[in-house]
């Protein structure tokens, strides 16, 4: 049973030292996942720390190994806090910051114990679901928005922390949960609009043929990351991609247009052999910034999360958190430069994955898919994130994606279907347990988890998570 107020009056705890520490001039350190929903809670907390005139400095990380906890706990901070990660390191965190001033706002699956001196806030505490509830700037928000009223405006990177996350899992692609509650505030304060509409990447931004060519959730084959295909097909039924000298946007077709759009994309989508229910998830709600100006990347809420993602990466957080503070302009275009290269190295790993089948190994209830010596460890989640909404793999299994690191170790992402999830699959607890038999570290949420092992136990590892799988499914 969800307890809202429990979480408030944890939430509370944290505001309060935030606002003690601050008052009296305490330095912070901000570390935060390098995904779209980590940089958005960082950006909030960032935002939340510079209201109060609070020395800061924030670092994105990729995961808390040992080396980045290490170095975190060398910093010259009074004060750490850790947004959309830790929960999942709890044992880890303990160890290295007993005894001093620690905050964790988190979503995942909580994974160790802590002493009651650092303050942890996470929803699954409290009866609710981190996977798709609410995200890490979800909970990042509620606690700025304890410490000032002000900070309501903050309500519109959390949506995007949200969407970032792909927790829009409600009746037409809509938030639910404590992200309702999120939305909610946004709208109230007339920050935030919401309509039921097409969902292509660059709606407002883009011509529509590179809208739809840059729409890889879901990913469309033929169709996503082919922009002469998609100018063949829009042409195919009379849709004018100008008019007069101006590059029509997606924003600007009728409701006719759409709905053309929309069959047409059905049609080459089962001339592939997919069901029609890919195309079908392009109609959802639209959730429009409207403080940011209109024809950029920033006011479309998803297009704002890509952004972010693309960002973290390309190994430009930077860039991500600068947007986030409310840096625009010439960083905006330094962005999309940045979102570019992103798309077009995702449109290469999935030509990769459909031209060679021998990368792809079907197991009892997982498909496993080895990258080594060609897909960057840095992007194994964006690719099973991709592959699991792509409907070119059975919805019974789930997805595994491992490379080899830099450092000679592996890197697995993992994505389970709503259906496995349904029949009682939890990814983020096989991935911890198994990747701790393995000596390496893993978790995550039930739908989406992670782990870092050695190579040396990389087959082992695999045939564990299948196994692992197997039992969730007949216990479920």
């Excluded at 699991?388 to 789930?398: I, P, V, Y």
């Excluded at 994505?415 to 000596?439: F, H, M, P, Y």
Aim: overall charge negative; hydrophobic content about 40%.
């Amino acid at each position: 049973m969800s307890d809202f107020q429990g979480l408030l009056s944890r939430v509370s705890e944290a505001a309060n030292l935030i606002l003690k520490e601050a008052r009296g001039e305490s330095n912070f350190l901000v570390v935060s996942h390098f995904d779209a929903d980590g940089l958005a809670a960082a950006g909030i907390m960032g935002r939340t720390l510079a209201r109060l005139d609070a020395p800061m400095h924030l670092r994105v990380v990729k995961q808390l190994d040992g080396e980045v906890i290490s170095e975190c706990r060398s910093e010259d901070s009074d004060v750490t806090i850790f947004t959309e990660i830790g929960s999942g390191y709890l044992d880890t965190i303990q160890n290295s910051f007993a005894g001093k001033k620690t905050i964790i706002l988190d979503h995942h699956q909580p994974s160790g114990r802590l002493d009651p001196e650092i303050i942890h806030v996470n929803p699954h505490q409290f009866g609710f679901d981190g996977a798709t509830e609410v995200s890490g700037a979800g909970i990042a928000y509620f606690v700025a928005r304890s410490i000032a009223d002000v900070n309501v405006d903050l309500s519109t990177l959390a949506v995007v922390g949200a969407l970032g996350d792909m927790q829009d899992k409600g009746a037409r692609r809509s938030l639910h949960g404590l992200n309702e509650k999120i939305v909610e505030d946004g709208l109230k304060k007339g920050l935030l609009e919401t309509a039921t509409d097409l969902i292509f990447y660059g709606r407002e931004t883009r011509p529509i043929h590179r809208a739809l060519a840059y729409t890889t959730s879901p990913f469309l084959p033929g169709i996503s990351g082919e922009e002469d295909n998609c100018l063949a097909l829009l042409a195919s039924i009379g849709i004018q991609v100008k008019q007069e000298d101006r590059w029509r946007t997606v924003k600007d077709l009728s409701n006719d247009e759409k709905q053309r759009v929309l069959s047409k994309i059905i049609e080459v989508v089962s001339s592939k052999g997919l069901p029609s229910r890919a195309a079908l998830e392009l109609i959802g709600t639209v959730y429009t910034l409207v403080e940011e100006e209109s024809s950029t990347p920033t006011r479309d809420a998803r297009e704002y999360a890509s952004l972010l993602n693309a960002c973290g990466r390309m190994d430009r957080p930077g860039l991500a958190i600068s947007i986030c503070l409310g840096d625009r302009g010439m960083v905006t275009e330094e962005v999309q430069q940045v979102l570019a290269e992103y798309r077009k190295t995702l449109a290469q790993y999935m030509e990769w994955v459909t031209q060679k089948p021998d990368t792809i190994t079907e197991l009892r209830s997982t498909y496993y898919i080895r990258g080594d010596d060609f897909l960057d460890e840095k992007m194994t989640g964006a690719l099973s994130s991709i592959l699991s909404n792509s409907g070119l793999f059975k919805m019974e299994k789930a997805i595994i994606v491992a490379t080899r690191t830099k450092k000679g170790e592996v890197k697995v992402s993992a994505r389970a279907s709503d259906w496995l999830v349904e029949r009682g699959v939890n990814l983020g607890a096989a991935l911890q347990a198994i990747a701790e038999k393995c000596s390496g570290m893993g978790g995550g949420h039930n739908v989406a988890a992670g782990a870092q092992i050695p190579e040396e136990k990389r087959e082992d590892f695999i045939k564990l998570v299948d196994a692992a799988i197997c039992n969730q499914i007949k216990a479920g």
